[in-house]
């Protein structure tokens, strides 16, 4: 089978969880004898090809159809969702050779172009939803087009024309992370395939790392307790919550030591939490990494430098880094949010707090104080990441989504 993975950008360093989960599901394709390549636009990147782990990606230029768009606001775009239409594209999926499926983990003006393509060469497409569309909070989407305002958008006619406004409608399935999204989606198309197809983690990866020389080469404390958060620094991820509560986790135990790791996707929100770390006198308790690359090894040794991992999330689709903590032996604390509770079970292989409640929050950390309490929770969720969430598990349910998709494509010629 031969198939496109179309996404808005894919950046080495400028990486996410849709990065992971295409890199990874596109590996686990090609070892399985399908042919896949990753087309994006270079938002982010330099570089028009490029050899990721094995996986061709061919990047393309792009633009954003809005009158008065300042530099800034196209870079503020780019990062955090930007909404880019690309003739480029659009030609280059026309011409792909011996096209079975197109793959989209992008929405608006550029899924609008797959679907446009797939329904000229006749071929079905499917749709990754990695951020939660129908289960999003007001003033996240909000901040989505935020960098636009001021400027005069005309590109709704490019939408109109590639029909946008019918991607799902016209998609062979429509493949959610999260499990609320797709219960919403399935309400909402109910004549349509619906799956929740969650992430996965490449356990043997996350399973070792040098979290002694990683502290070393941080200047974080031999002796610390390390509390470690990986995400986007950005207000959906709320790293602001770890910075209001160190001063508590401090009086509690002098020896923890926060450390988070993440692209910025915000640089407000950055800076703020700088300020939120010096204005309370935590910065020798804290450590900000401005985010390392998702198939380095300075991650995975990241993972092993902490004794336990934290997501404060105000809202998060699935938490594929909930796994990697867990493919790395780490006890979780985690937001009760999103995707989160479908497979974090609150008590046994994680602990689970409301978005914001540093008094639940602080309740989970003194619990998990006791040794044999976050050896007992870390096991079992290691369990669960090698168990029930490999990659190759994932892969497998994705290549019968796309041989079904062919198969019962009701444009074949």
Not at 250 to 262: E, F, M, N, S
Request: net charge positive; charged share 25%.
């Amino acid at each position: 089978m031969n198939v496109v993975q179309v996404a808005r950008r894919f950046a080495v360093n400028d990486w996410g969880g849709a990065e992971t989960v295409i890199l990874e599901t596109s590996k686990q394709l090609l070892r399985t004898g399908h042919h896949t390549e990753i087309l994006c636009t270079l938002a982010t990147a330099d570089n028009e090809s490029d050899n990721v782990e094995g996986v061709s990606v061919r990047r393309v230029p792009y633009f954003y159809p809005y009158f008065g768009l300042s530099d800034d606001a196209k870079r503020l775009l780019d990062r955090k969702g930007g909404s880019p239409f690309s003739f480029a594209m659009l030609n280059a999926l026309r011409r792909y050779p011996d096209l079975d499926l197109i793959h989209l983990h992008t929405g608006n003006r550029l899924g609008g172009i797959g679907r446009y393509v797939a329904r000229k060469r006749r071929i079905p497409y499917v749709v990754s939803l990695h951020g939660a569309k129908f289960d999003v909070p007001p003033e996240e989407a909000a901040s989505w087009t935020a960098p636009a305002k001021g400027a005069i958008e005309w590109g709704k006619m490019l939408g109109w024309w590639v029909g946008s406004r019918r991607l799902l409608d016209d998609a062979a399935a429509i493949l959610c992370v999260g499990h609320g999204d797709s219960v919403l989606a399935q309400q909402r198309f109910s004549e349509k395939r619906v799956v929740y197809l969650p992430n996965g983690v490449n356990a043997e990866r996350f399973a070792t790392g040098d979290g002694k020389g990683f502290r070393a080469r941080y200047g974080i404390p031999a002796n610390a307790l390390v509390m470690l958060t990986v995400a986007r620094i950005d207000h959906q991820k709320n790293q602001h919550f770890i910075a209001r509560v160190l001063p508590e986790l401090v009086r509690i135990r002098p020896d923890v030591h926060a450390l988070i790791v993440g692209h910025v996707t915000t640089e407000t929100y950055y800076d703020a939490l700088l300020d939120l770390i010096t204005e309370r006198n935590m910065r020798a308790h804290a450590t900000v990494i401005q985010g390392l690359p998702g198939a380095s090894q300075e991650l995975v040794d990241a993972y092993h430098a902490a004794d336990l991992f934290v997501l404060p999330s105000n809202h998060e689709p699935f938490g594929i880094v909930v796994l990697e903590a867990w493919a790395a032996g780490l006890p979780v604390i985690a937001s009760r949010v999103g995707g989160i509770p479908t497979f974090v079970e609150d008590g046994v292989d994680g602990m689970l707090f409301t978005p914001g409640d540093e008094r639940a929050f602080l309740r989970g950390f003194s619990a998990l104080l006791s040794g044999e309490r976050g050896r007992a929770l870390a096991m079992a969720g290691q369990r669960k990441a090698r168990e029930e969430y490999s990659w190759e598990r994932i892969a497998q349910r994705l290549i019968r989504i796309y041989q079904e998709a062919v198969r019962e494509n009701p444009l074949r010629k």
